[in-house]
């Protein structure tokens, strides 16, 4: 994986209408926490971003431990560890990140079940102490211009595989309408596989998430909508929709 000297921009924040949310020195916005249900997940592409859910068994859903590379507002973060009650780490490079959350979004201090490392995403995925020990990866590792992933190498994803434990599951945030979508899901699926990696359809804003998974064994149609509906009923999230939008890759993608 390629060498990087991080910018790392302060955080801030704003607030419009009972919605809290995190800016990097920017008007970008990099997550956001309704005040009312801070354990909701606001933002459209975060709550797409728990798709992977789709791909878990029933009874296997909420077990195992769940990794987010990019701390962001600490929306799925807090999920994992308050709704779904899985063990959680969190990996953010930037230490402002991690006040800002500790201080304005409500995430909680570490715990028998919750762990928020200060550090480089690539480094975590890379340490063998980490190999095949994840069953949920989420990653989205976006600067506060908000340009492109800053982890997009082959390397990078191949580690990101290699932390996955059998039928474990990754989703990535990426930019569906940016001329490197294409290359970022090539590189993507020749670490996954093809027949392991899927996207949903862009957002409104043009966040698309990848999903990939590590030697899965995806049901049928039947199936998958009985996974959905469990998920609907038992966390209210709107995972038939999440179905309706799952396609495989385009054909013939970049990799370079």
Same mark, same amino acid.
């Given at each position: 994986?390629?060498?990087?000297?991080?910018?790392?921009?302060?955080?801030?924040?704003?607030?419009?209408?009972?919605?809290?949310?995190?800016?990097?020195?920017?008007?970008?916005?990099?997550?956001?926490?309704?005040?009312?249900?801070?354990? /909701?997940?606001?933002?459209?592409?975060?709550?797409?971003?728990?798709?992977?859910?789709?791909?878990?068994?029933?009874?296997?859903?909420?077990?195992?431990?769940?990794?987010?590379?990019?701390?962001?507002?600490?929306?799925?973060?807090?999920?994992?560890?308050?709704?779904?009650?899985?063990?959680?780490?969190?990996?953010?490079?930037?230490?402002?990140?991690?006040?800002?959350?500790?201080?304005?979004?409500?995430?909680?201090?570490?715990?028998?079940?919750?762990?928020?490392?200060?550090?480089?995403?690539?480094?975590?995925? !890379?340490?063998? !102490?980490?190999?095949?020990?994840?069953?949920?990866?989420?990653?989205?590792?976006?600067?506060?211009?908000?340009?492109?992933?800053?982890?997009?190498?082959?390397?990078?994803?191949?580690?990101?595989?290699?932390?996955?434990?059998?039928?474990?599951?990754?989703?990535?945030?990426?930019?569906?309408?940016?001329?490197?979508?294409?290359? /970022?899901?090539?590189?993507?699926?020749?670490?996954?596989?093809?027949?392991?990696?899927?996207?949903?359809?862009?957002?409104?804003?043009?966040?698309?998430?990848?999903?990939?998974?590590?030697?899965?064994?995806?049901?049928?149609?039947?199936?998958?909508?009985?996974?959905?509906?469990?998920?609907?009923?038992?966390?209210?999230?709107?995972?038939?929709?999440?179905?309706?939008?799952?396609?495989?890759?385009?054909?013939?993608?970049?990799?370079?």
């Amino acid at each position: 994986m390629a060498t990087r000297i991080p910018d790392l921009a302060g955080a801030t924040m704003s607030e419009h209408d009972g919605v809290r949310y995190l800016h990097l020195d920017s008007p970008w916005v990099q997550g956001a926490m309704r005040l009312a249900r801070p354990q /909701s997940l606001e933002l459209e592409y975060i709550q797409r971003m728990m798709a992977w859910m789709l791909w878990r068994p029933v009874d296997q859903v909420a077990e195992g431990h769940a990794v987010q590379l990019g701390l962001g507002a600490g929306a799925i973060t807090r999920f994992c560890h308050k709704v779904l009650r899985m063990r959680t780490t969190a990996v953010e490079i930037n230490p402002t990140v991690i006040t800002a959350n500790r201080l304005w979004f409500r995430l909680p201090a570490d715990d028998g079940r919750l762990a928020v490392v200060e550090g480089d995403a690539a480094r975590w995925v !890379a340490d063998p !102490a980490h190999l095949a020990s994840v069953q949920v990866l989420n990653v989205d590792l976006y600067d506060h211009e908000a340009a492109a992933p800053v982890l997009d190498d082959a390397d990078f994803y191949a580690a990101c595989r290699g932390v996955l434990d059998d039928g474990g599951v990754m989703t990535v945030n990426l930019f569906g309408r940016d001329a490197s979508f294409n290359r /970022s899901a090539g590189r993507i699926a020749a670490a996954f596989g093809r027949s392991q990696v899927w996207s949903l359809r862009p957002t409104r804003e043009g966040n698309t998430v990848i999903v990939a998974t590590r030697n899965v064994q995806v049901p049928d149609r039947a199936g998958l909508s009985a996974r959905a509906a469990h998920i609907e009923e038992r966390y209210a999230l709107q995972a038939s929709k999440w179905l309706r939008m799952v396609r495989p890759l385009p054909p013939d993608l970049p990799t370079e």
